[in-house]
């Protein structure tokens, strides 16, 4: 079997830069971007276990994977578009910010989800118990302002509160901080970050580990109920010219589904060692078993995010559903 090549943020941008221009690998090979958090689990699953390079073998192709981690959506769009990357995984609102952008010339469309998570907006400012209570003393950490995922519903909320031409009304208040950083701000307290718009394992343990972190918003709320927030994308190119290790891909990522939920104890020793996290395995259990949670690679409700979007002129191209923002597979006929 292949090992798998995990190369950190600064190796990864090197890459990026390097290979800035460079056509798709062959067939049977696969770079993927990633970010922090416990939501990209059916990768961490798929690359342990080697469920990629299963599913290539039986379909007669040795794949060769290879993962990057980077913060922030603008970061995996610029490496997707560069050539240094395949595949691309981050939220629903980078996601649409490429598909937007690339119509008629790469043709970015979403290849799966990560699975449904609630992602809470926290703070440690005991006065700030909604939205309407941020002002100009809170910094709220998020992994890219204005267009990370968090960011886009926290401003989907602000529509809702304050109307669509005060949309960005939080924006100001918005500093770009990757997850573990951020919870590190949080937890210790002492800095300008008072607030992290997050993703599990991080929003737990922050919440386990300052007493003063309270839940403010949940995007469940935002968006009236379970939502993949987090997916996977490429482009038309790659999943043309590479037709059995994209179909390897989809394939290993819908067992790593049936891993998880058939041996979480086992899932969350595999995350501890591929992130060498320091998280509790306790908390790391808590959140697989979260009943909120859903390990499963067909979206749910990301068309309300897609239609703000359109509405407030973040993306020019109107989408009728999520079909056309994802790529017509079987997995994702009944996205939604």
């Known amino acids: 079997m292949t090992p798998l090549l995990k190369k950190p943020l600064m190796a990864a941008l090197g890459v990026a830069l390097a290979l800035t221009g460079t056509a798709s690998l062959a067939e049977g090979k696969l770079r993927i971007a990633e970010q922090f958090g416990i939501v990209y689990l059916l990768l961490n699953v798929a690359q342990d276990q ?3 390079e299963k599913h290539g073998k039986a379909a007669g192709v040795d794949i060769q994977v290879e993962r990057v981690q980077l913060s922030g959506g603008p970061a995996i769009n610029e490496a997707l578009l560069s050539g240094s990357i395949d595949i691309a995984g981050a939220g629903v609102g980078p996601l649409l910010t490429l598909w ?11 290849i799966a989800s990560l699975g449904n998570f609630p992602y809470y907006l926290t703070s440690s400012n005991p006065a700030v118990k909604s939205i309407d209570d941020f002002s100009d003393k ?6 890219a302002v204005g267009v990370s995922v968090q960011s886009r519903i926290l401003q989907l909320a602000s529509a809702k509160r304050w109307g669509d031409a005060q949309f960005n009304r939080l924006d100001r208040l918005q500093v770009a901080l ?9 937890i210790k307290g002492g800095t300008e970050i008072n607030a992290h718009f997050g993703n599990p394992p991080f929003q737990e343990q922050g919440l386990a580990g300052n007493p003063n972190v309270h839940v403010v918003l949940s995007s469940y709320q935002v968006l009236g109920g379970p939502a993949s927030a987090t997916v996977l994308y490429t482009t038309e190119k790659f999943r043309r010219d590479n037709p059995k290790t994209y179909k390897a891909f989809v394939g290993a990522l819908a067992e790593a ?8 104890e086992r899932s969350a020793d595999i995350y501890i060692r591929n992130e060498n996290s320091k998280v509790p395995k306790d908390l790391l259990l808590k959140v697989i078993k979260n009943p909120e949670v859903q390990f499963k690679i067909t979206p749910q409700n990301t068309f309300a995010l897609a239609s703000f979007m359109h509405r407030i002129g973040a993306i020019k191209n109107k989408p009728a559903s999520a079909q056309d923002y994802f790529f017509d597979d079987p997995h994702n006929a009944a996205g939604s």
Not at 178 to 186: D, G, I
Not at 257 to 263: E, G, H, L, P, S
């Open 50 to 52: 080697q469920l990629i």
């Open 178 to 186: 990757p997850h573990p950083e951020a919870t590190a701000a949080l």
């Open 100 to 110: 937007d952008k690339t119509q008629g010339r790469q043709n970015v469309r979403g």
């Open 138 to 143: 809170d910094r709220i950490a998020l992994p």
């Open 257 to 264: 589904a049936d891993f998880i939920a058939k041996y979480p």
